[in-house]
Each structure stands twice: as C-alpha cells, then as structure tokens.
C-alpha cells in the first residue's frame, strides 16, 4: 500500500483549505453586500414620533439617515415606530414602547438583536442565496432564523414573557437558560416562552388572528408617516424626529415662552 509522507497531505490539505477559500472569497466578490457603506451599523429608513437612542446616560433624538451601532440601545416612545437596515439587506422594525439593543454582543455579528421590552419585526434576506444565520435573544428566549419573516414580543419587562409569531419561513425558539428545551415554529405558528417554565407546543394561528393585529399595528404606523409627508395632512412623524424631554441633537433649540407682562405701575 502506498503511504504518502505526512509533509504532503499536510501541503494538499492547505492547498485544498485554500482553493475552497479562494473560491468563496470569488463568490461573495462577484455578489458584493446590497449595502456594503454601513458596515456592521444599522441605517435608521424610515420612523414616526419618538426614536432615539441611548448614548452614555442620555437618550438622543434619531432621525432619518442616522445610523446606530453595535450595543447601542434604540427606545422608542408611545408614537414611537422605526424600520432599521443593516448591509445584507435584511431590516427590522422597532414598534412603539420598546427598548432593544443592537448587536448586543459585538463578537458575533449573528447576534442580530436584543429585546428587553415591546415588539418587533424582523425580515431576514437570504444573501447570495445562502442561508443567513441571525438570532434575536430575549431575556427568556433565543430565536434562531435562516431567512424569514417573524416577530418578537416582550409583554412584560419584568417577567420577559416572550411572544414568537413566525409570518414566513421557519425558526427555532429555545428557552434562553435551557437552550435544549427548544421548539420549531412554522408560518403561521406563534409560542409564548416564560423565563421558568418548559417551552409548550406550537399553536397553529388558525384563524390569522396574530398576524392581522402585526399588519393592522405596522399598517397604522406606515399610515401616520404618510400622512406627515403630506401636504396639509396632519401626523405625529416627519423627516426629523420628535425629541422627548432629555433628547438632543443637532436642529435648533425649540422656542421659549415670552416673558410675563411687568406688574402694572401703582
């Protein structure tokens, strides 16, 4: 039997290493990234109301065009609604009354998201028709996505209840202290996932219910920027945000009260 010398499987298994480096190094040259400019930040598209994240200890107003980075802190206030945009393409939406960390763990980029209070949305794009791994943690929960389209809600920020309804695709939802209790959710599937408790089965949104008050909360949304951006229509949202007491940034100051009238000479 012939018996090749160590030092040359060792050259062709580093030449084979290479090659196989070469060629993906090719393919993702010749599919370059949708939107390669923003790195590993998040480009704020679109809002209404009060969107803004948390710099130190204080919360600056965001605006249209804006971008966060990773372990920034987004909050949104009551009229409060953002889409997001991230390189590959894939956006998320932050909805009123929630407070989530992007990127939370600068180390792994598939670490998309945080929540730890209200809702969101997440459309994850398939890159070069190649899965794309992305997960969004929850105090309670760890979901995992290949390309889809779900939604992730903390009810309650002191419990960290989590609701996981899944509009397209599939993905995996597991309890964030045991990610071997874990459950496979399909479209058209929601779960609630409690911080001590053994995850339950899926449940089948049979009659849609879930998923039309989503559309019916981001149609309402969608609906206040348009008509901001209307002439003569009234709305909450516009191309600058609406800063909240403690937000800053760089537009001009908002106008004082006049001073009150001098008392009248006796």
Excluded: C
């Excluded at 339950?200 to 348009?226: E, F, N, T, W």
């Amino acid at each position: 039997m012939l018996r090749i010398p160590l030092t040359i499987r060792t050259a062709f298994s580093m030449l084979f290493v290479l090659t196989a480096s070469t060629a993906i190094y090719a393919q993702t040259a010749a599919q370059p990234l949708p939107f390669p400019e923003l790195g590993g930040a998040a480009k704020l598209v679109t809002f209404t109301g009060q969107v803004s994240v948390m710099r130190d200890t204080t919360l600056w107003a965001l605006k249209a065009g804006d971008l966060i980075q990773p372990q920034q802190v987004v909050r949104t206030g009551a009229d409060g609604y953002a889409v997001f945009q991230v390189s590959d393409g894939s956006k998320f939406e932050v909805f009123p009354n929630s407070k989530v960390v992007f990127r939370a763990n600068r180390g792994d980029w598939k670490d998309l998201l945080e929540v730890f209070l209200g809702k969101v949305r997440v459309q994850i794009e398939h890159f070069g028709g190649l899965p794309n791994h992305n997960k969004v943690r929850t105090p309670s929960a760890v979901i995992s996505v290949r390309g889809t389209v779900f939604d992730v809600d903390v009810e309650d920020e002191e419990t960290a209840t989590t609701l996981v309804l899944v509009e397209e695709g599939r993905v995996e939802v597991a309890r964030a202290l045991r990610l071997n209790d874990a459950q496979i959710l399909n479209a058209g599937e929601w779960l609630r996932v409690y911080r001590n408790q053994q995850i339950g089965k899926a449940l089948l949104d049979k009659g849609s219910l879930l998923q039309r008050a989503v559309v019916m909360a981001r149609d309402a949304a969608i609906q206040v920027i348009q008509n901001a951006r209307t002439p003569g229509a009234t709305g909450t949202g516009t191309a600058a945000s609406t800063a909240s007491p403690g937000d800053k940034n760089n537009g001009p100051p908002a106008p004082t009260a006049p001073p009150p009238p001098p008392p009248p000479h006796p």
